[in-house]
């Protein structure tokens, strides 16, 4: 049996790597891996049951982290190391390679690990490339998603209405859209996902954000909500292969997208990138055309099929387990 420790959900914990390590979890069992789950989510912590299996269990372990919890659980894996036989570390995101070019810390952890022959699956193929010329036992795993065979692909009326999907904040490029909501209030956004703590709405877009905020829902709801829309909007200045993303196209809901490199190099045919200084990003959504609409939508198998869970998930069972 795999010891699978992963962040799991809780009321303090709704975010993309919860859904995630949940959905990797779920796909496993699905596919017949037996598993042991341990979670170190806050308002779920099993860290005892943890540490048993760390060090009494000599079986494959699956850590899933982001790149800046390493530093929790670094000693820990480390000397697990020894006694299991084999760790595999799941990082989401995109921001190893800075962490690592940047950070000393980090690239000291990471250094030390290498040297325990422990596997590194990193979500980007950016990261994989970066890593694969320093340690060997890299991997390349993105985000995944049971592909939507009734999907509706039919041709739409551009009607300039946006869906946005994820944790409100700054960094998510929620203030580019608000900003141009405010100068043109022909286009509609409606927002969806829970607001970062530190995340206050300015002033001058309160009756803005009123009419749109739809507050947190259920991934069941979701699926009947963004084939409403034109397009699901996400311009980030920070993502790795969202999960967002796959939902919009798994509805059949083209994408805009903030020109960064891991969403570049996640989507081909379905998205139109936008650049994140905003001058050029009103221009670019000013310029959006039914045309490009249908155009996107029919090339959203192209990039969907992509991320087919049987075969992202069945890939890593024949590579890694």
């Given at each position: 049996?795999?010891?699978?420790?992963?962040?799991?959900?809780?009321?303090?914990?709704?975010?993309?790597?919860?859904?995630?390590?949940?959905?990797?979890?779920?796909?496993?069992?699905?596919?017949?891996?037996?598993?042991?789950?341990?979670?170190?989510?806050?308002?779920?912590?099993?860290?005892?049951?943890?540490?048993?299996?760390?060090?009494?269990?000599?079986?494959?372990?699956?850590?899933?982290?982001?790149?800046?919890?390493?530093?929790?659980?670094?000693?820990?894996?480390?000397?697990?190391?020894?006694?299991?036989?084999?760790?595999?570390?799941?990082?989401?995101?995109?921001?190893?390679?800075?962490?690592?070019?940047?950070?000393?810390?980090?690239?000291?952890?990471?250094?030390?690990?290498?040297?325990?022959?422990?596997?590194f699956m990193f979500e980007t193929k950016e990261c994989e490339f970066f890593f694969s010329n320093i340690y060997k036992k890299t991997y390349f795993f993105p985000n995944f998603i049971k592909v939507n065979k009734k999907v509706n692909f039919k041709d739409k009326t551009y009607k300039r209405k946006f869906i946005y999907v994820g944790m409100i904040s700054s960094e998510k490029g929620v203030d580019l859209i608000l900003e141009f909501l405010f100068r043109n209030s022909k286009f509609k956004c409606d927002f969806y996902g829970p607001i970062y703590k530190n995340y206050n709405i300015k002033n001058k877009y309160d009756l803005i954000w009123k009419k749109s905020y739809k507050g947190i829902v259920t991934n069941e709801e979701l699926i009947n909500i963004y084939s409403k829309y034109d397009f699901t909007i996400l311009p980030s200045f920070k993502e790795g292969y969202p999960n967002t993303v796959l939902e919009s196209l798994n509805q059949g809901t083209p994408l805009i997208l903030s020109n960064i490199n891991s969403l570049i190099e996640m989507i081909d045919k379905s998205a139109i990138f936008v650049d994140l200084n905003y001058e050029s990003f009103e221009k670019e959504i000013l310029n959006i055309t039914n045309y490009q609409l249908k155009k996107m939508k029919k090339n959203i198998k192209f990039d969907l099929n992509k991320y087919n869970c049987d075969h992202v998930v069945g890939r890593f069972i024949k590579d890694m387990l």
């Open positions: 049996m795999i010891s699978f420790i992963y962040k799991s959900k809780s009321k303090y914990r709704l975010g993309g790597a919860v859904v995630a390590g949940e959905k990797f979890k779920n796909s496993l069992i699905e596919n017949g891996i037996s598993l042991k789950s341990f979670s170190y989510s806050i308002g779920n912590l099993n860290i005892l049951g943890i540490l048993k299996d760390s060090f009494f269990r000599k079986n494959t372990a699956i850590w899933n982290l982001s790149t800046y919890s390493i530093h929790k659980f670094f000693i820990l894996i480390f000397l697990s190391s020894y006694i299991k036989k084999k760790i595999i570390i799941r990082f989401f995101g995109s921001d190893q390679v800075v962490a690592y070019k940047n950070n000393i810390v980090i690239r000291k952890i990471f250094n030390i690990l290498f040297l325990r022959n422990i596997y």
